[in-house]
């Protein structure tokens, strides 16, 4: 990494601006956003606390409750009286070491309502809420205390009453691939449980509910409370016994957070889970620095996915040394720093996926010599990247996790990508529940100590830690590129990559693997095809943000491929990035600017539905010619019938320009401004 | 019922056109529909009985599997071969007593496959399948044998293996409110498990899939096999024990269908439902001519919904001698036939809801005197409809069931609402369960024996049944406008009507309960709307087929109102129906014309989106002048802002006119053709 920004501007504790909201209630609070648009009540009445909140004068979450129940215990939710408060205000800006923006504002107001209780052997909880003007975060604390020490949380009586019925895009919770199916859209008052976050419109508003900064905690999942209503209560994901949190005093939850937004687009604009997180320490940052290094990286993956080589060892494996100095050399004459080698060690004989794990982790597979694949990669500037499948064995993982990342450490290797693929963890765990939470907070510590980069797949749905812990890169959470290739034969439908920026993506990065250039394996996978045109996948680069971007297809497929260039272009870091304008499902435009030059880059993308957009270019700087170079879908594009049917012009223009952008169905355009 | 048209027109066994499909494989059979479009494969193989079906030569279903697992034996899906095979074809014409179309063609060609097991004490299973040009039919038939009397069901095998990943609108069966949900929208391979009719949105096709004369046994459901699959499973609603169909020999399964179309707006126009239902006896349909009228009715209830009154005895009583006769009154005014009274009998008291069932179903409540209603009414030409609210209890109802149509009878009321409010059947069994199918045909027998018509509510979904036994008229099976009042506080989005015909609508009439005209309501119920414009629930009594359409306001709401005059106008009876375009979740317009005029009647809806659509008026009789009297939105009406606000326009128009409507949010409009 070229640039790091590690200073962070402290903010000040500003003049105190709540106040208990009634004379004659002192037990009930108000708390505004800096910009007041955003207000939160709490109350604390005998028999519960419930916090409010408002948008614009407008009621968004009607008094909802808050509180824990502990097993064993009456439910630390009532009967609590207000100790003491405390109130403050920072604003401050804050650099990101690498990311989809690089200076952040966090401006918030906070208040700490600490709590104890009104019985004998009273037990104390702190809530904490945070206003800022994106949304707002709300936390329990329980403090260091006499009357409660090591406990389980049982129940997490959190609730979100919402005010209004609305369209709600979600992913149903404890099916078996986590977060790995597409979108359903429906009235608030049809969800079952859902994965956060999700994603309301309002007729006013658009909202999204979601957490930050889990550690040591379970994730949070969200159940309608009875039938066709507006309520969602925290459901959190059990350990197999049913206990939800095993914990002791002192400890933080998770904050839950609202994001708030006037529309749907508007909500991609957003920092509040960054901001919800804790700034890194400084040794981390400065440690960090030294490895972390966003880029292109390329994979002997998807000729696995379409069923052109094996995982496992044998005539079709992929993961051969003459197969990965192929990629090399590709990537060494483009602008792709890295190369992932799936099936690289021993263990991935046949159905690796439907057993207990056999990997491991130090020992590459025969056919593979690593040592000579890094060597060559190091000589001609691609990086290995390593590789660590567990099969969703995690236990059997951690045996070996310390001496796997040592060889790689060994081996100069800065960049893993995780892989859980399974049912359950250990075969009796959630994929998201505070066991799996607890081990990927190890293995990103155990990272971080081999200076290793970290792209999690199939691991808990991202809550922010990117800000505190440097080299968590980047995760999937999501159903990604690969189910166009051919597991298990049903491919994404076109509307997918323009749901999961709105929902999934509200909660960082995601790696989903563009840049599929040949819409012909249709050897193999008869039944599946990437749903987008050559169009759509270059927009993609700048659509889904990912610090570790992939380019997903065959070297051979982008061989002398005038359109790659794009790729090549597009960088994965960037100075400044804006949602321009979207519908959840229908189409969407970004625009991000390049953290290391003057250049943006524009990505637009429509579901199966054709449309022309038309985009002001009024982000790039006043006063500036650029050049736009323009990869566009052809005029008889259609991601079905021709999904290879693209142009390519030049035009000069300025912040005054208004560009036409004609989609085809499943199509897109990607554009790079280069400042002439 | 004025005019009846009981004379079927029977069709002739044309020429048989079906082969079997290879000369080497004796065991493969095709049909195709008289169009041709479509075309089923059967394939009897040792390892069991597949069908496909192709569409304009595209793979619609792959290769599924059919077959029936019977409890305690082999199932019966395996080792099989053709013992007989007979081909035939029907086309005939066929005349509805009444309906959404007077007269419908039903041409199909048939394949009855009579199958033997090739094992000792082989069992018999004969499949039938019908392909009509509009979808297809396919059956189970096991003849009276004997090794196969008395038996259990345990699963039916029958799958759907769709060749396409599609946009599917669902709903998730299971729940504890049957089918009162609004619709999941996800991709296919989202889905869980669901009720039918389930709708697909296939790139070159629109589908649904859903059964027909569902008789003596369980209603499907539809479970996606796996994970990520396109496989839907029938999966029957079980009784309590796990078993789901308790039959014998000689015994038939309702019909599986799949219509299918070019677009989706197509599926409305399809009558394959009703046509794989039996012709009703003649002796039923001249029975049934004596007493059958469809028509508009009234009903005391809308106010027990926005909590103006009550069900139970009490201050707040809704059905009380004085308010049924301002009903009365108000109705003998206008073209309504009709007054439901909820409430009318004793056992409302308190939550009749969650308790079991204190209902007397021949003792009116205290303060209403049902003999003098009825009295008044008939006097002034207005029929009282009788109620039979169940509670869910059915067992306790069918004890007083032939005591309570006896007393109707003899009061001379001839209609019936049922009602089935409730978690579960008698605490224990499913909605949809071959319990409650069964308990719902006694029901319309005997309610046919005392010459009344059926509105069921909390029932089954319809199947057609409608042509077999003319007395079943409708049924509510939806989320209707009843969760716009109060209960329980979760209204309704404005897209929901435009998304259930192209659903729920498909598999019979549907009593939403439209024409409410005071918006404002919210002193009982301050976070409830009814999401629509006026223009918009006047465009309902055209977009939503029933033959009893409820005029759902409160009269004093309706008098002196200009836009009351298009409800006095509007038929519930059609000689003509046509879905002229539309799309699911978006917007439909239909045209209807009058069975017993020459005018024809046009509804619009829009969901929460404004739009213009225009419309050619094709559909009227060439060369000949009508008056289109026109109830549109106003300029600034706005569901949520100004749902009042309309015009009524008048003009000369014929069938080369084109119109344009402009909706507005949640809006809509409703023309009448006048004749000139």
């Known amino acids: 990494m070229k640039h790091l920004y590690p200073t962070l501007v402290l903010g000040l504790a500003l003049a105190l601006l709540m106040t208990p909201s009634k004379a004659d209630s002192p037990q009930g609070y108000q708390l505004r956003s800096p910009d007041s648009a955003l207000e939160v009540e709490l109350e604390v009445r005998p028999e519960g606390v419930f916090y409010s909140l408002s948008y614009l004068h407008r009621s968004v979450v009607k008094p909802s409750r808050l509180g824990l129940k502990i097993k064993g215990q009456a439910p630390l939710a009532s009967a609590l009286k207000v100790d003491k408060h405390r109130e403050r205000e920072v604003d401050q800006q804050w650099q990101q070491p690498w990311g989809e923006q690089q200076s952040i504002k966090e401006h918030y107001r906070e208040l700490r309502l600490e709590l104890i209780e009104t019985t004998a052997n009273p037990r104390r909880l702190t809530l904490v809420i945070r206003a800022f003007n994106d949304g707002i975060g709300l936390r329990y604390e329980l403090p260091d205390q006499p009357h409660l020490k090591k406990f389980v949380i049982e129940d997490e009586l959190t609730e979100f009453v919402l005010a209004e019925n609305s369209h709600t895009w979600w992913l149903p919770a404890y099916r078996n691939w986590g ?29 999204a509910i979601h957490e930050a900064a889990l550690i040591d905690y379970a994730s949070m999942t969200l159940r309608l409370q009875g039938d066709n209503t507006k309520t969602l209560k925290v459901d959190l994901v059990p350990w197999p016994n049913g206990d939800k949190v095993r914990t002791s005093t002192p400890m933080k939850s998770p904050w839950r957070s609202i994001q708030i937004a006037p529309k749907a687009i508007d909500l991609l604009n957003s920092h509040l889970t960054l901001n919800l997180n804790e700034a890194p320490t400084p040794e981390a940052l400065a440690s960090a620095e030294r490895y972390l290094k966003p880029g292109k990286y390329m994979g002997i993956w998807w000729e696995m996915h379409i069923g052109e080589k094996d995982w496992s060892p044998g005539p079709k494996q992929g993961a051969t040394t003459a197969r990965a100095k192929q990629y090399i050399d590709f990537a060494a004459q483009h602008d792709i ?34 040592d000579e694949v890094v060597g060559y990669g190091r000589e001609k500037g691609v990086a290995v990247i390593g590789h660590h499948e567990t099969a969703a064995g995690v236990t059997y993982y951690e045996q070996q996790m310390e001496s796997a990342f040592g060889y790689y450490q060994k081996l100069g290797i800065h960049s893993v990508k995780m892989g859980y693929v399974g049912k359950r ?114 927009a993609l680069y700048v659509v889904i943000y990912s610090p570790l971007q992939m380019v997903a297809d065959l070297p051979e497929n982008y061989a002398g491929h005038p359109a790659f260039q794009f790729i090549d272009d597009v960088p994965t870091d960037w100075r400044e990035s804006r949602a ?40 790039l700087a006043p006063n500036t010619e650029y050049e736009a170079q323009i990869y566009r879908d052809g005029k008889d594009a259609d991601w079905e019938t021709n999904p290879e049917s693209y142009d390519i012009t030049r035009q000069r223009v300025n912040a005054d320009t208004e560009l036409r952008l004609d989609l085809k169905p499943g199509g897109g355009a990607a554009i790079r401004f280069k400042k002439r």
């Open 179 to 207: 977060p790995e199916y597409q979108y359903l859209k429906s009235a608030l008052s049809s969800v079952d449980v859902a994965f956060t976050p999700i994603t309301l419109e309002a007729r006013h508003y658009a909202l």
């Open 337 to 370: 720093s890295g190369l992932l080698i799936e099936g690289w060690n021993k263990g991935w004989e046949g159905e690796w996926w439907q057993r207990p794990p056999t990997f491991i982790f130090n020992q590459p597979v025969a056919g593979l010599d690593l």
């Open 425 to 538: 963890i250990d075969g009796e765990q959630w994929h998201h529940g505070q066991f799996m939470v607890n081990h990927f907070q190890r293995l990103v510590d155990t990272a971080a100590r081999h200076q290793v980069m970290v792209n999690a797949h199939e691991t808990v749905t991202d809550t922010g830690l990117r800000r505190t812990y440097p080299n968590l890169m980047t995760r999937e959470c999501v159903r990604g590129m690969e189910y166009n290739g051919g597991s298990p034969d049903s491919g994404n439908l076109p509307d997918h990559t323009t749901i999961i920026p709105f929902t999934r993506g509200l909660s960082g990065p995601t790696d989903f693997t563009p840049g599929i250039f040949n819409f012909d394996y249709q050897k193999h996978r008869p039944n599946n095809r990437v749903p987008s045109t050559l169009a759509n996948q270059l």
């Open 580 to 619: 321009l304008e979207g519908e959840i499902g229908e189409y969407l435009m970004v625009a991000r600017q390049d953290k290391h030059s003057p250049d943006w880059y524009l990505g637009a993308i429509t579901n199966q539905k054709a449309r022309s957009i038309r985009v002001k270019l009024d982000f």
